[in-house]
């Protein structure tokens, strides 16, 4: 199993700033997710997050407004740009361990509740 | 594409009474699906997942859930709550060696009465 951890859990924000978002692993991961959850909505997958190569993002978000970092195969930052009220959500941080399909898992993140003032 | 609706935001059902959450599911390929369940102020934990082995998968914590192709459906239930019980429950799909894609549906809130 992996356990993960995310900073902040949660924070408020004024319009206009940016909030970065870390998530940490306890082991080595190759593919780390973002997802988003909006107030009474389901998980939307943002971006897949793989060390040494760039975010793949999903349709509808890009990387200038939701910019990732993946240093190591145990961190990642998600960052919040130029907020406002719309962004406020939980974002998720995921990863998938095991191999092959019957053995594979995701695992997710507490989750960091952002409210956009 | 895929898709996932459960059926009913909020379920409430009595300590001891059977739980069941609805979950249907589109897919133009065979899909895998899963169950997990947020517990408050806690991440999402895995239930039970179908990768096309048994139809019938059992889970955690005394859950099972049925994979019915023909009425595209993967209700998940368990035969008694229990007050721990209370938690919302995600349904979700994702195409067979996708990893990480996982569609969600919106979740059920279960709550469990004394």
């Known amino acids: 199993s992996a356990v993960i951890s995310q900073k902040p859990s949660r924070d408020i924000c004024q319009r206009g700033t940016s909030l970065t978002i870390q998530c940490q692993v306890d082991s080595q991961v190759t593919m780390m997710f973002w997802y988003r959850q909006q107030p009474g909505q389901s998980l939307t997958l943002i971006a897949t997050a793989n060390q040494g190569s760039e975010a793949t993002y999903e349709s509808g978000f890009v990387i200038d407004k939701f910019p990732i970092s993946r240093p190591n195969l145990t961190f990642s930052t998600l960052t919040v740009s130029n907020m406002s009220p719309e962004d406020s959500s939980i974002y998720l941080c995921?990863?998938?361990?095991?191999?092959?399909?019957?053995?594979?898992?995701?695992?997710f993140g507490p989750g960091t509740r952002l409210t956009v003032l | 594409a895929q898709s996932v609706t459960q059926l009913g935001s909020h379920v409430s059902v009595s300590e001891g009474a059977l739980v069941l959450l609805r979950c249907n599911y589109s897919s133009s390929v065979p899909p895998y699906l899963f169950w997990y369940v947020q517990y408050p102020n806690q991440g999402l934990q895995l239930l039970l997942k179908?990768?096309?082995?048994?139809?019938l998968v059992k889970g955690i914590n005394g859950f099972e859930a049925e994979f019915k192709k023909s009425e595209t459906s993967f209700h998940l239930t368990k035969p008694s709550a229990h007050m721990s019980d209370a938690a919302e429950y995600f349904c979700?799909?994702?195409?067979?060696?996708?990893?990480?894609?996982?569609?969600f549906g919106k979740g059920t809130k279960l709550s469990v009465k004394p």
């Open positions: 179908y990768t096309s082995a048994a139809t």
């Open positions: 979700a799909v994702n195409v067979r060696g996708s990893q990480g894609n996982l569609i």
């Open positions: 995921s990863v998938v361990s095991g191999q092959g399909a019957r053995e594979v898992k995701q695992f």
